[in-house]
């Protein structure tokens, strides 16, 4: 299996991808493509490339176009690109660097030069590559650990609460048919305006795992009391109404000990001290009346009084659903807050449900856990050629290349330039300007390696006209290009540089 960094070069001359595999091909796995269309379908197959080298002017889709598609695709678009072009003007490289280019080089191709953008380019996406993969693993090993961390914290809660329910004649499974009562009223209720403030999926989330904390303080209540199979007396009841107080006081000791309170120990506290207030302020333990009882208790009053009346107890045999539903609707506006009444009517069916999940004779559901809340960059148009200045262009050499390579870019070069001279001679014919500077600023490029500057100059005016229009011009340096391509193939063939 290869695993060398794979480098996409991307050019239309055949002579510089022949330079680009040369210079590359030791060192990585090297992908050519002669035009853009190639390079876009190239660079999105797997394994997608980790460089791409790309040529800025191209027929048919240039490269400001070919990476601004790139970088517009989430496959594709951290992938690092290096400009190459001829071109050395700075709005040239501008663009380049805002179409998301990472650098950018100039023809002709220095071999050292290359190698090394090339290689701190690679470095620099691996390390990145690195730096997500380590992120990402951070990530799960947090989640992971924060998951483990919240099943003991439910654990506990679950624990603390079943203590509380084996002193009593409940079950343990009316703390999880309690605990899915309050977040299907809960859910119901979130777009209420008089609810939607306080009912975020996180704060249904929290008033799920605190609803099983709401009789924790019956541990406070005698046994001859709390297990008593008969009806309580006046002093008895005044001594139960206290589970209310000893769990807002168990809580509470938690909070001061941890020095902090949290959304969830105040959910529990507020649904275990005011879980038996009523709306019209008969209820215990201060007789609290309407919006003064917290939004907790007021849900947790009818999820509780709900599963109480449908439920088996040694003191009464248990109801239906639909009698449960209707002594709840007549407290409705009394006993119990009229906007959760009629929640608790739109969404009957699915208390139904819930109790017959958590059927008491069921015990194999004492881990289910709360159910889910229910809670092409267009790519540019193609840029007008900008016009070439008169400067002078720099030779290279073919320094840095073995002999075969050399020998290599010659062949390709002999076959290149007649050939971009039938080209700028057709787009001639055709009064095709564009094709005309393309085809010389292409010649221009390749001529560079072989110290042609005669070829190189005479090229850069071409194309200077081209940009302007100026083919009657052109037309009459057809013969002198003739000339200056066939006297620098001449010297090539005889193993000049």
Request: with cysteine.
């Amino acid at each position: 299996m290869n695993t060398r960094p794979r480098v996409l070069a991307v050019d239309d001359i055949a002579l510089n991808l022949e330079l680009l595999r040369h210079l590359l091909e030791s060192r990585y796995e090297v992908i050519l493509a002669p035009d853009g269309a190639s390079a876009l379908r190239l660079a999105g197959l797997s394994p997608l490339p980790d460089l791409i080298l790309l040529d800025v002017m191209m027929p048919d889709i240039n490269g400001y176009t070919v990476c601004a598609r790139l970088k517009s695709d989430a496959r594709t678009a951290d992938i690092p690109v290096i400009f190459l072009t001829a071109n050395t003007q700075r709005e040239s490289e501008a663009r380049g660097f805002h179409e998301g280019a990472v650098d950018y080089i100039s023809k002709p191709i220095h071999a050292e030069t290359l190698l090394a953008r090339v290689a701190t380019h690679i470095q620099l996406k691996q390390a990145s590559a690195l730096l997500k993969d380590q992120n990402k693993l951070l990530e799960h090993l947090v989640a992971r650990r924060t998951a483990e961390v919240e099943a003991m914290q439910d654990a506990t809660i679950l624990a603390m609460a079943s203590l509380a329910e084996t002193r009593d004649n409940e079950t343990g499974n009316h703390i999880r048919r309690t605990q899915h009562y309050m977040a299907s009223l809960a859910r119901q209720l979130q777009d209420h305006p008089r609810f939607c403030a306080e009912l975020s999926n996180e704060n249904i989330t929290l008033l799920f795992k605190s609803a099983a904390l709401h009789d924790i303080g019956k541990v406070g209540i005698p046994d001859r009391i709390l297990l008593k199979p008969g009806k309580l007396d006046t002093d008895e009841f005044e001594t139960m109404k206290l589970h209310t107080v000893y769990g807002r006081d168990t809580l509470l000791a938690v909070e001061h000990h941890l020095g902090t309170s949290s959304a969830f120990l105040r959910y529990a506290r507020e649904i275990a001290y005011a879980h038996h207030e009523k709306f019209d302020g008969s209820g215990y333990p201060e007789g609290l009346a309407g919006d003064a009882i917290p939004i907790a208790a007021r849900l947790m009053a009818v999820a509780d009084v709900y599963d109480a009346l449908i439920s088996k107890r040694v003191y009464k045999a248990a109801m239906d659903h639909d009698t449960a539903i209707g002594i709840i609707h007549q407290g409705r506006g009394t006993h119990f807050d009229g906007d959760i009444v009629d929640a608790l009517l739109t969404i009957q069916n699915d208390f139904a449900r819930i109790a017959q999940k958590f059927h008491d004779e069921n015990t194999h559901h004492a881990t289910d856990t709360m159910p889910a809340s229910t809670v092409v960059m267009k790519p540019p148009e193609k840029p007008a050629m900008p016009a070439m200045p008169a400067v002078h262009v720099q030779q290279a050499t073919l320094r840095g290349f073995s002999s075969r390579a050399q020998q290599s870019i010659r062949r390709a070069f002999v076959s290149e330039a007649p050939r971009l001279l039938a080209v700028v001679k057709s787009g001639l014919d055709t009064a095709d300007s564009k094709t005309v500077a393309l085809a010389a600023h292409s010649l221009k490029g390749s001529a560079g390696y072989f110290g042609a500057t005669d070829l190189q100059e005479q090229c850069q005016q071409i194309e200077q006209a081209a940009n302007g229009n100026n083919l009657a011009w052109i037309a009459q340096q057809i013969p002198a290009l003739q000339q200056t391509i066939d006297t620098a193939l001449e010297r090539i063939n005889s193993g000049g540089a």
